[in-house]
């Protein structure tokens, strides 16, 4: 019986850990180089139906430099759910092979100064 109720305690702190992992771990951002750019233009839209009728937009942000806190710069092409607005700084999470993975707003003052002077 002992035995049996030190596995069920086992199996849910697995399970709580692994739902906890999951509901705070972005796997976009692990493993990925951290770039900073400026939304200088609205996106150009992508209009998709699907089978019911109901229509997706998807904003594309073709050929934008992204800085790195070095300075060094990749030209990428990402898109975004809205119309992200104009001049806004991102922190960019870029993967070489799946290009970029993530991204989210950040003040001015969180840009790192080599990578807010190329821009």
């Known amino acids: 019986m002992k035995k049996l109720v030190g596995l069920m305690v086992f199996l849910g702190i697995i399970v709580i850990g692994g739902l906890a992992i999951l509901r705070f771990v972005d796997f976009n ?33 073709n050929d934008y430099k992204i800085f790195d806190e070095k300075g060094q ?21 870029y993967k070489a092979d799946k290009g970029v993975t993530s991204y989210e707003e950040v003040q001015e003052a969180d840009v790192p100064a080599k990578a807010k002077e190329q821009m």
């Open 29 to 61: 951002q692990l493993g990925a180089e951290t770039y900073y750019v400026q939304i200088v233009d609205d996106g150009k839209v992508e209009k998709t139906t699907i089978d019911t009728g109901e229509v997706f937009e998807t904003y594309w942000y």
């Open 73 to 93: 710069s990749q030209v990428v092409n990402f898109s975004a759910q809205k119309n992200l607005r104009q001049g806004a700084y991102l922190k960019v999470f």
